[in-house]
């Protein structure tokens, strides 16, 4: 199975800060990487699909890359409304594994 | 826009079956892959399987055994079956529409807690 390490667990940052999450897959998995975020109480959102595609009606402040076992997710600037939990979620082998999460606040 | 609605029992016995329905509205069962994902309560993601309209399934090794996918299109739902639960099925359940790999409609999610 494809494992997926996600950090950090969590993170803390002022609103207007550049915020990024990694995501490492323990082998190739190409492009076939897709970032959620979930709010307390609330269902995962798609954000990003294909590792760096923004999903419809998804603000652009919102961004995802990389490519084989090593990608990144930005905020480029933090907003109060994004504080959630963010997961990646690989599709390599039409088994699909979500990494930990990282848990998202507002200094 | 396309509604999905998780039902069933709040709370299963140890070893009995856990059975939840997802009712579609807003759009129809026949496309798409339908899925079911779950969350133990403060944990992660954990991806259940999913199911082609027509039928085609494929589910997570760690619950093939255990899991049964199902969609009745003349009720626009689609269920899942957990059997032989313990505590460690206790979780958030969500039922969600996409690909094969990408979840874009989802549920509200519905908690079903496993105890005596």
């Known amino acids: 199975d494809i494992q997926m390490t996600q950090s950090p667990s969590s993170l803390s940052a002022s609103v207007g800060d550049r915020i990024t999450i990694t995501c490492q897959a323990s082998?190739?998995?190409?492009?076939?990487l897709n970032w959620y975020q979930q709010k307390p109480g609330k269902a995962p959102e798609l954000l990003i699909y294909?590792?760096?595609n923004l999903e419809a009606g998804v603000p652009s402040r919102f961004s995802g890359s990389g490519s084989g076992t090593d990608f990144t997710f930005t905020i480029s600037s933090l907003q109060p409304e994004d504080i959630a939990t963010y997961y990646c979620?690989?599709?390599?082998?039409?088994?699909?594994?979500f990494g930990g999460g990282t848990k998202v606040e507002i200094k | 826009q396309v509604q999905l609605q998780e039902s069933g029992p709040g709370l299963v016995k140890p070893s009995e079956t856990l059975s939840l329905t997802c009712t579609v509205s807003?759009?129809?069962?026949?496309?798409?892959?339908w899925s079911w994902i779950r969350q133990p309560p403060g944990k992660g993601l954990e991806w259940i399987g999913y199911?082609?309209?027509?039928?085609?399934?494929n589910y997570n090794p760690s619950l093939k055994s255990r899991v049964t996918i199902s969609v009745d299109t003349s009720k626009n739902q689609f269920s899942l079956k957990v059997r032989s639960v313990t505590a460690a099925d206790t979780a958030v359940y969500y039922c969600?529409?996409?690909?094969?790999?990408?979840?874009?409609?989802w549920g509200q999610g519905t908690l079903v807690t496993v105890s005596s």
């Open positions: 969600a529409r996409g690909s094969r790999s990408t979840s874009r409609a």
């Open positions: 807003g759009g129809s069962i026949s496309s798409y892959y």
């Open positions: 199911m082609y309209y027509s039928g085609s399934t």
């Open positions: 082998q190739d998995i190409s492009n076939y």
């Open positions: 294909d590792a760096s």
């Open positions: 979620q690989q599709y390599d082998n039409l088994l699909l594994t």
